[in-house]
């Protein structure tokens, strides 16, 4: 089991679709490093030798901001945009979409669920 910046590649797929596992990592990144490092792309997890996995872990440290940093980093520009009160902060703050898509349908993952009708009374059972 290869464990890589915090998390467990599954060991029975390519190291290629592996990495990807990666938060901040995605199938082109996975890529360059497989290339830099020179292990071949069909290479599964559990074939990996243990200094193969320590380049892959020197790479990703030097060359990429990955998981918890890449996160705080994330919500850190979603923090100053709402503080600055641009347009994309107000958006984020009311839970709305903020790249101009239509909210009057649509947008229910931003939006959540539909509510219904408050305090309607239901007809009595007879």
């Known amino acids: 089991m290869a464990r890589i910046a915090g998390v467990d590649l599954p060991r029975n797929k390519r190291i290629e679709i592996a990495l990807t596992y990666i938060y901040g990592i ?18 599964k997890v559990n074939q990996l ?3 193969e996995i320590v380049k892959i872990r020197s790479i990703l440290d030097t060359n990429y901001q990955i998981e918890g940093d890449l ?15 641009s347009y ?17 349908t649509n947008a229910r993952t931003r939006r959540g669920t539909k509510k219904t009708m408050a305090n309607k009374k239901k007809a009595p059972k007879k």
């Open 71 to 85: 996160r705080r980093f994330e919500s850190m520009n979603i923090k100053r945009l709402m503080e600055i009160n």
């Open 88 to 104: 994309k902060g107000k958006r984020h703050r009311i839970g709305l979409p903020l790249r101009g898509q239509r909210t009057r």
């Open 26 to 43: 995605g199938l082109s990144h996975a890529q360059k490093i497989i290339e830099t490092t020179s292990i071949h792309c069909n290479t």
């Open 49 to 51: 030798k243990d200094e």
